[in-house]
């Protein structure tokens, strides 16, 4: 595609709740990126892939948290257990630079606002 | 560790001023910088990439500029216009691919 889309682009759900959050990248891109996005914050990093492999998971706050890329394409953040903390903007971020590096800089998607009540 | 500093945190100027917006990191080992842009509601726009090896990036009304000695990046905008209204991110790497990013700039040009 032209660029980065998620989807849904609005997500309220019930505490407790497991919710699915999608990112498509810039076809060709083989590095993907997640961030989250809180109110008056920069976005923070929670894992990078590089095709079909999270090479750094890092930034996933605890293990309610999961994300797949299993074709190297699409890729999915899965949040399981919501809690009124997760409530926040997901970014998503794709990169064709070799080995995921920055030099080409991101392209950011317009993000999913999850809501946790 | 990487942080990254932005100031002012927000910014109100009438139209037509020259503005600038400042970006400080206390790790000066980076090998670019990247400008964006956030409207409200929305994802991030990329204004400006600066390698190290740059010292200015130009786009338009745009001018960023990086000095990694004193760990500082200005992103320079001429004549503001209302439609210039968000926020701006400046983001620097911390290692090979993950970014550090500011907390923003949310600026407001006034008709």
């Known amino acids: 595609g032209a660029g980065v889309s998620q989807t849904p682009s609005n997500k309220v759900t019930e505490k407790g709740k497991y919710v699915e959050l999608r990112c498509d990248p810039i076809?060709?891109?083989?590095?993907l990126y997640w961030y989250r996005q809180s109110l008056g914050q920069g976005p923070e990093f929670l894992i990078y892939?590089?095709?079909?492999?999270?090479?750094?998971d890092s930034g996933l706050p605890n293990d309610r948290f999961f994300a797949v890329r299993p074709e190297g394409s699409v890729s999915t953040l899965k949040i399981q257990r919501t809690e009124r903390g997760d409530s926040a903007v997901y970014l998503c971020?794709?990169?064709?630079?070799?080995?995921?590096?920055?030099?080409?800089?991101?392209?950011f998607g317009p993000g999913t606002r999850l809501t946790v009540l | 560790k990487q942080e990254v500093t932005q100031i002012p945190a927000a910014l109100s100027v009438p139209e037509g001023e020259n503005l600038v917006l400042n970006c400080s990191f206390t790790?000066?080992?980076?090998?670019?910088l990247q400008w964006f842009r956030q409207d409200p509601g929305k994802g991030l726009t990329s204004l400006l990439l600066?390698?190290?090896?740059?010292r200015e990036q130009t786009s338009g009304r745009l001018n960023a500029s990086l000095d990694k000695s004193s760990g500082r990046s200005t992103l320079y905008i001429a004549a503001s216009q209302p439609g210039d209204s968000a926020t701006y991110l400046c983001?620097?790497?911390?290692?090979?691919?993950?970014?550090?990013f500011g907390t923003g700039t949310r600026l407001k040009v006034l008709a």
């Open positions: 600066i390698q190290s090896s740059q």
């Open positions: 790790d000066s080992a980076i090998y670019n």
């Open positions: 076809s060709g891109h083989t590095a």
């Open positions: 892939f590089q095709g079909t492999g999270a090479a750094d």
């Open positions: 983001a620097v790497p911390s290692g090979t691919y993950k970014y550090i």
């Open positions: 971020a794709s990169s064709s630079a070799p080995s995921g590096g920055l030099l080409r800089g991101q392209f």
